[in-house]
């Protein structure tokens, strides 16, 4: 994330209806599956923290940044353990938490597989990992460009990473808008081609609420009743991942 946006972020994360909806999904999905007790949670690349917030409802929660100066931003409000390290190489011991959630991250690095590796080297057998990614290479824009990621997944990507793990659940999710927004995004590359770092812009500019957000919001909060029932999509904006550490 550029420096320049992130300070921004700490109120998108929280009220723009994308994330509102997205996180919805994430906490109950993480209820649903997660070990029962108080537990030693890790969360990477937490940004500005609103998911760990979330997560301190199931227990003790850790929380790794791995830009520097968001790290320092983190210090001056979030609760619990706060440390600045990369996905890839963790400073934890063998099997310390119960659950590692890493929301929008990997697509950020080089080496994606040595981080799952990491995650589940300090995952506890039979903890589980949660992961979301970006989806579908065709989708590229200025949002990924602005944010740093080095690459976009499609479910097989994802699923190679995972080889040594207990699938528990995979799935696309944000299908509902999917056409609309692969329709701007590739008209937008047709016409103007793939966005330069200096003329970048997010796809999250504003929470002020408007009909299209409003909608947005309802149509893919939809989602939610399906995926709570294990119910798996063909296709979206994002994908998810659930994978238990086999004993």
Same mark, same amino acid.
């Given at each position: #994330?550029?420096? !320049?946006y992130?300070s921004l972020?700490?109120?998108?994360e929280? %009220?723009?209806w *994308?994330?509102?909806v997205r996180?919805?999904i994430l906490?109950?999905?993480?209820?649903?599956?997660?070990?029962?007790?108080?537990?030693? $949670?890790?969360?990477i690349?937490?940004a500005?923290g609103y998911?760990t917030?979330?997560?301190?409802?199931?227990?003790?929660v850790?929380?790794?940044?791995? !830009?520097e100066?968001?790290?320092?931003?983190l210090k001056?409000?979030?609760?619990?353990?706060?440390?600045?390290?990369?996905i890839?190489a963790?400073?934890f011991a063998?099997e310390?938490?119960?659950?590692?959630?890493?929301?929008?991250?990997?697509?950020?690095v080089q080496?994606?597989?040595?981080?799952?590796d %990491? #995650?589940g080297?300090?995952?506890?057998?039979n903890?589980?990992?949660?992961?979301?990614v970006?989806?579908? /290479?065709?989708?590229?824009?200025e949002?990924?460009v602005?944010?740093?990621h080095v690459?976009?997944?499609k479910?097989?990507d994802?699923?190679?990473?995972f080889?040594?793990? /207990?699938?528990?659940?995979y799935s696309?999710?944000?299908i509902?808008?999917?056409?609309? $927004?692969?329709?701007?995004?590739?008209?937008?590359? #047709?016409? *103007?081609?793939?966005?330069?770092?200096?003329t970048a812009q997010?796809d999250?500019?504003s929470?002020?609420?408007?009909?299209?957000s /409003?909608? &947005?919001? /309802?149509?893919? &909060?939809i989602?939610?009743w399906?995926?709570?029932?294990?119910?798996?999509f063909p296709i979206g904006? &994002?994908?998810? $991942?659930?994978a238990?550490k086999?004993d």
């Amino acid at each position: #994330m550029r420096e !320049d946006y992130y300070s921004l972020y700490y109120k998108i994360e929280r %009220e723009h209806w *994308w994330f509102k909806v997205r996180n919805k999904i994430l906490l109950d999905l993480i209820r649903s599956k997660a070990p029962e007790g108080k537990l030693k $949670i890790l969360n990477i690349g937490v940004a500005t923290g609103y998911t760990t917030e979330l997560l301190f409802e199931l227990g003790e929660v850790t929380s790794v940044e791995y !830009d520097e100066s968001c790290y320092r931003y983190l210090k001056t409000f979030l609760k619990g353990e706060i440390v600045n390290a990369s996905i890839t190489a963790l400073p934890f011991a063998n099997e310390t938490f119960d659950i590692v959630c890493a929301f929008d991250v990997i697509e950020h690095v080089q080496e994606d597989q040595l981080g799952v590796d %990491e #995650m589940g080297r300090v995952c506890k057998k039979n903890g589980i990992i949660y992961i979301t990614v970006p989806a579908h /290479k065709f989708l590229w824009s200025e949002h990924d460009v602005i944010n740093h990621h080095v690459r976009r997944y499609k479910a097989k990507d994802v699923l190679r990473l995972f080889l040594k793990y /207990k699938i528990i659940y995979y799935s696309y999710f944000n299908i509902i808008l999917f056409i609309p $927004i692969a329709l701007v995004r590739v008209t937008k590359t #047709m016409i *103007w081609g793939l966005p330069q770092t200096e003329t970048a812009q997010s796809d999250f500019k504003s929470v002020e609420p408007t009909i299209f957000s /409003k909608i &947005s919001e /309802k149509l893919f &909060s939809i989602e939610n009743w399906f995926i709570k029932k294990n119910i798996s999509f063909p296709i979206g904006v &994002s994908f998810l $991942i659930i994978a238990r550490k086999k004993d």
